[in-house]
C-alpha cells in the first residue's frame, strides 16, 4: 500500500528576527495553501536541510544589521541553492551579506508609500508599474553588488525590492504580509509559486482527513479524555477526536459559573445532540465561588481559579475508566510562544497564561491535535468538522473567565449584573453587522458606584466599562473604533434592562500600554 503523500511536505521556512511578524508571514504563506514553520534565525544549513523546505522566509524585526548584537543568519543559507525572500531586517541582512550595504535612510518611512516596479517579471510578474506598499523602517539597502539587480523603488528609498543575479535570493524592503500593502499576497503567492515551486497542497479538508487517521492509529482502542472550555479551541479538538474515535472520547465541562450567558448550555447542546459525546459536566459552581470569597487581587483569582479547575477535572476524571490520553487545544502560537517547537524561536514572549492547562501528574499522554495550526485555521477546521458558525467564530475568552471582568470581588450577583451586561453588548454588536470584524468585545464590571438618576429618584449604582478591540495576534491591540450609534444603543439597553447599572463607559486605551483584559 503507497501512503499519500504528507500535505505539509512543500513546506517554506520563516527565520524569525522579531517574533511578531514572523507569524504574520507564516500566516499568509499558509493562506495559499503552503505549510509554513517559523524557526530561530540562527538554524545551521544542516537544520534547513532537514525540513527539506522548498523556500525560506527571512522575516522583518526591529534591529540594525550594522549593530553589534543584531540576530544574524548563518550566510551559507544563501548559497543552499533554496530559494530565500528577505523582508525588510530580512532584506537587509541579505544584501549585507552577499556584498551590498546599509545604512540609517535619510528619511524613514513609516506607512503607505508608492513603489515604482524598475524590473518587473517573476516576484513582481502581474503587479502594475505603480503601486501601494507598507513600509516601516529607519534603515534601506543603499548600495547592492553588481550581483544584484534592483527591482522597485520610492520616492525616498532608492532599492525597495532586489533580486540576485545566479543565487534565487530576493529582497523586498515593503511588507507584503500586512493587509494594507494590496499587492503584498499576490508577489508572496508569485514567490511561493513561480520562484519556489509549491504547488498549494496544505488544504484543510486533506489536513483534517490526515489528523483523524493519525489519531485511530496512535489511540488504538484506548479511551481519551478532552476538557471542553466553551471556546473554539477545545470545541475544535473533541470534534476531531469525535470524527476519529467516537465513543472512546470523553469530554469534561468544569462549570465554573465563570461563563458567558448561555454558552454553556450551547456547548452542552453542541456535545451531545450533534456529536453525542459522553458528556461529564461537573458542576463546580459553589467551589469556585467560594475559593473566590473576598479576593479582589487578579493574580490570586487566576491562581485559585487554576487551582480549583484542576481539582475538578482530576476528580472527574477518575471517574472515567481506562484512559491512557489527554486531548489538549494547544495551537501553533502557544507550541512557538513557549519555545516548544523544534528549531523553533526562542522563549521571548510570555508563556500564555495558561489557567486550564493540566499538570503533567496527572498522568496521562498527551494529543494536541491542533498543534500545527493558527486561530484562523482552526476555525475553518471547525467549519469543515461541521461545528455551527456561532462556536466557531465566537471571540476568544480567558481561561478564568468572567472572574477578570469582575474587578473587585466575585460574588454571583455580581456576576449576573456583568453576564447580562455583556449579552447586550454582544448582541447590540452581532445586530450591527460588525461582531466578526471585532476580535474581541466584552463587558466589565467595575468596583465602582457612582450616582444617577433614574425617573425622580437619585441612584447610586455600579458603572460598566465596555471593551472592544482589533489585533491580529493578541499581543498588540487597537480599541475599535465602534459607531456611536451602536455604542449608544449598547449604553441604553445596559442602563435600562440591567438592574444595579447606572453608568456605563467605553475603553479606548490600545495595547500596550494598556491589556486587552482589566485583570
Ligand atoms: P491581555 O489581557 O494580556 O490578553 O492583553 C491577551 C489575550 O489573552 C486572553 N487572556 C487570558 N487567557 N487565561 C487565558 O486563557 C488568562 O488568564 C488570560 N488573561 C488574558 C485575553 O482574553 C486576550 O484574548
Given at each position: 500500500m503507497t501512503t499519500a503523500p504528507?500535505?505539509?511536505?512543500q513546506r517554506v521556512l520563516v527565520l524569525d528576527f522579531g517574533a511578531q511578524y514572523a507569524q504574520l508571514i507564516s500566516r499568509r504563506v499558509r493562506e495559499n495553501h503552503v505549510y509554513c514553520e517559523i524557526v530561530r534565525h540562527d538554524i545551521t544549513p544542516e537544520q534547513i536541510r532537514r525540513h527539506a523546505p522548498r523556500g525560506l522566509i527571512l522575516s522583518g524585526g526591529p534591529s540594525s544589521v550594522y549593530e553589534g548584537g543584531a540576530p544574524m543568519c548563518d550566510p551559507a543559507i544563501f548559497k543552499l541553492g533554496i530559494p530565500v525572500l528577505g523582508i525588510c531586517y530580512g532584506m537587509h541582512l541579505a544584501c549585507e551579506t552577499l556584498g551590498g550595504k546599509v545604512e540609517n535612510a535619510p528619511a524613514r518611512e513609516f506607512g503607505r508609500a508608492r513603489c515604482q516596479v524598475t524590473s518587473g517579471g517573476?516576484?513582481?510578474?502581474?503587479?502594475?508599474e505603480s503601486f501601494d506598499v507598507w513600509m516601516s523602517h529607519?534603515?534601506?539597502?543603499a548600495r547592492v553588488s553588481d550581483d544584484f539587480v534592483s527591482l522597485a523603488k520610492t520616492k525616498t528609498c532608492p532599492i525597495a525590492a532586489v533580486k540576485h543575479k545566479s543565487l534565487p535570493v530576493f529582497g523586498v524592503q515593503f511588507h507584503p504580509e500586512v493587509t494594507h500593502t494590496p499587492l503584498g499576497s499576490h508577489i508572496l503567492h508569485n514567490f511561493l509559486?513561480?520562484?519556489?515551486?509549491?504547488?498549494?497542497?496544505?488544504?484543510l479538508g486533506d489536513f483534517a482527513k490526515q489528523t483523524i487517521d493519525q489519531m485511530r492509529g496512535r489511540i488504538g482502542n484506548d479511551r481519551v479524555i478532552c476538557g471542553l472550555s466553551g471556546g473554539v479551541d477545545s470545541a475544535v479538538t473533541a470534534a476531531l477526536l469525535y470524527q476519529a474515535i467516537g465513543p472512546q472520547l470523553s469530554c469534561i465541562l468544569v462549570d465554573n459559573g465563570l461563563l458567558r450567558k448561555d454558552e454553556q448550555a450551547a456547548v452542552i447542546a453542541e456535545f451531545t445532540r450533534h456529536f453525542k459525546t459522553d458528556l461529564h459536566v461537573v458542576a463546580g459552581e459553589a467551589r469556585f465561588l467560594a475559593t473566590l470569597k473576598g479576593i479582589t487581587e487578579p493574580q490570586e483569582k487566576r491562581r485559585r481559579i487554576g487551582h480549583a479547575f484542576i481539582e475538578c477535572f482530576k476528580e472527574e476524571s477518575k471517574q472515567i475508566q481506562d484512559v491512557k490520553f489527554l486531548a489538549q487545544g494547544t495551537l501553533y502560537p502557544d507550541v512557538i510562544e513557549s519555545g516548544?517547537?523544534?528549531?523553533?524561536?526562542?522563549?521571548?514572549?510570555?508563556?500564555?497564561?495558561?489557567?486550564g492547562g493540566l499538570p503533567a501528574e496527572l498522568g496521562f499522554e498527551l494529543v494536541e491535535p491542533l498543534r500545527d495550526l493558527f486561530k484562523d485555521e482552526v476555525r475553518r477546521l471547525g467549519l469543515e468538522l461541521g461545528l455551527p458558525e456561532d462556536l466557531v467564530w465566537r471571540h476568544p475568552f480567558p481561561g478564568p473567565g468572567l472572574a477578570v471582568r469582575c474587578l473587585g470581588e466575585v460574588t454571583k450577583p455580581r456576576l449576573d449584573v456583568l453576564r447580562e451586561a455583556d449579552a447586550i453588548m454582544i448582541e447590540e454588536i452581532k445586530a450591527a453587522g460588525l461582531y466578526r470584524q471585532t476580535s474581541q468585545a466584552f463587558a466589565v464590571l467595575l468596583p465602582v458606584q457612582s450616582v444617577g438618576v433614574m425617573g425622580d429618584a437619585r441612584t447610586y449604582e455600579n458603572a460598566v466599562a465596555l471593551r472592544c478591540v482589533n489585533t491580529d495576534d493578541f499581543m498588540t491591540a487597537d480599541w475599535t473604533h465602534l459607531p456611536y450609534d451602536v455604542l449608544a444603543r449598547i449604553s441604553t439597553r445596559i442602563i435600562n434592562e440591567v438592574k444595579g447599572v447606572n453608568r456605563v463607559c467605553y475603553d479606548i486605551s490600545s495595547k500596550p500600554p494598556a491589556t486587552i483584559e482589566w485583570e
Open positions: 504528507s500535505i505539509a511536505a517573476d516576484l513582481l510578474a502581474g503587479v502594475p529607519g534603515d534601506q539597502v509559486t513561480t520562484v519556489c515551486g509549491c504547488t498549494g497542497t496544505w488544504k516548544a517547537a523544534a528549531d523553533g524561536p526562542a522563549a521571548t514572549i510570555k508563556l500564555h497564561h495558561n489557567v
